[in-house]
């Protein structure tokens, strides 16, 4: 196999272990730790120190231990954050996702630029064009990377379906399942969704050891970046400096389409927050108990999954308006019918229904909005993006953050608010190019904007 090949699916692998566990955990957080809001309360903490990670810490510590032990180091970050949920407290809790989100920008970054130092020096080689080998290694990474979300939850809920105290849930707690729920946040949503000590120490051993397997996966078979491309990383670092990079991510803000676009990249936090902590403690874990938000989340995954797929396909054919269009006519629909829905246990399949509609309109929000900067921002993709991030994450701390303070239906309210201000500033933008070029195409997703999507699903 050729040695730079071999590389890529050293670290496809290495992320699909590690997010395996991360993937799960993310699902089970506000139904695990609903008291007092700290599983939720965590994860808007881990969005937050995402944000400063992101600003500072990148290029600082690839040009210090390389692209190779930056992932390795990384990757220990989300094995703490593992070893926090074994006793979870505020004190356990928080500092690790603290650490967790400190690690999470150094990896997508350190892993970015390897596999391009690894395209551009196979494609040297082979006398191919860069960008082409870069592509394909990033195209093999996502296709190993997307099923995480797979395993991860099947792992939990086979786990916890082994539970032999399940409970028939009262019509008296189902009536306080879904919007209008009525379940205080210093108790369990029903009796069925406390699994035992037993089996959570067992859950969360598994996702121990699969980071663990990762970072071992990564130290013995990952090699480090030859002497001889030493000077390609030292120039991704240092052209340009994260400071000038920090600064010009603000002083991107002066351009009027970028502020437009903070609505619709801010919805794409609330609408992933929404559904990983709302709809999975008071809709799923509320009425059917915590087993079955493993096979939801993959309902989700899967179908995000196939749609980013498709819609990358199709958008040159549809234009991003059209998909636009669609992923708001789906998750206004899909609000509308959380307000009004009463979870049943008897209306099994509907559970499952909404994440498929969400996982299909999610996919729609990150190809198009990313393929969107790309195209707007050509000339400072690294500014637009750096905003992307942010403005992404930032979605993520506000959802995660009300999470606990508010009843479900404020926040479909504010969802769909959001939403609605989403479209009227992205319709805002789209008048601005057409007056702009009239003569130009409707843009579609560009190449190089794929590997910067996962960046914000850490």
């Not at 009004?340 to 198009?368: C, E, M, N, Y």
């Amino acid at each position: 196999m050729e040695r730079n090949l071999k590389n890529v699916l050293v670290i496809s692998f290495g992320f699909l272990l590690l997010f395996t566990a991360y993937g799960g955990l993310q699902s089970l957080q506000s139904s695990l730790h609903s008291e007092e809001g700290l599983g939720v309360a965590s994860l808007s903490v881990l969005y937050a120190a995402l944000i400063l990670s992101s600003m500072f810490l990148p290029p600082i510590l690839i040009k210090k231990l390389g692209c190779k032990w930056t992932i390795a180091g990384s990757m220990c970050c989300y094995i703490a954050f593992s070893l926090g949920n074994f006793y979870a407290s505020w004190y356990t809790l928080i500092p690790t996702s603290v650490i967790l989100g400190l690690g999470g920008a150094p990896l997508w970054s350190a892993k970015c630029t390897y596999l391009t130092i690894a395209g551009n020096s196979y494609a040297e080689k082979a006398g191919k064009n860069g960008k082409d080998i870069i592509n394909q290694y990033f195209g093999v990474f996502f296709l190993i990377f997307q099923s995480s979300g797979i395993w991860g939850n099947l792992i939990s809920s086979l786990v916890f379906s082994q539970a032999s105290n399940k409970v028939e849930i009262s019509e008296e707690n189902l009536a306080c399942c879904g919007a209008y729920d009525c379940i205080t946040d210093t108790t369990n949503t029903t009796a069925s969704a406390e699994p035992s000590n037993s089996l959570i120490y067992t859950l969360l051993g598994i996702y121990t050891a699969s980071g663990v397997l990762a970072v071992l996966l990564i130290v013995i078979f990952l090699d480090q970046i030859k002497s001889d491309q030493a000077e390609t990383e030292k120039e991704i670092l240092e052209t340009p400096s994260f400071w000038s990079t920090f600064l010009a991510t603000f002083q991107h803000l002066k351009d009027k389409r970028q502020c437009l676009l903070i609505p619709l990249t801010m919805y794409s936090g609330f609408e992933q927050g929404f559904l990983s902590g709302d709809y999975t403690k008071t809709y799923v874990t509320c009425a059917l108990g915590i087993h079955y938000v493993g096979y939801v989340m993959i309902c989700f995954s899967a179908v995000n999954s196939l749609c980013s797929l498709l819609f990358g396909k199709i958008s040159q054919f549809t234009g991003r308006k059209l998909l636009f269009a669609l992923a708001t006519v789906t998750n206004t629909a899909c609000i509308i019918a959380l307000l009004l829905w009463k979870p049943h246990p008897k209306q099994l399949a509907v559970f499952f229904v909404f994440p498929a509609l969400w996982g299909l309109s999610d996919a729609i929000w990150q190809t198009q909005t990313n393929g969107l900067y790309g195209v707007l921002f050509e000339k400072h993709t690294e500014a637009a993006f750096a905003n992307y991030r942010l403005w992404e994450s930032f979605g993520f701390v506000i959802a995660f953050g009300y999470s606990t303070k508010l009843q479900v239906y404020i926040k479909l309210y504010i969802l769909l608010s959001v939403l609605v201000l989403s479209m009227v500033t992205y319709g805002a933008v789209e008048y601005l190019e057409a007056k702009s070029s009239p003569g130009t195409p409707t843009a579609t997703k560009k190449e190089n904007v794929g590997p910067l999507t996962q960046e914000t699903h850490m």
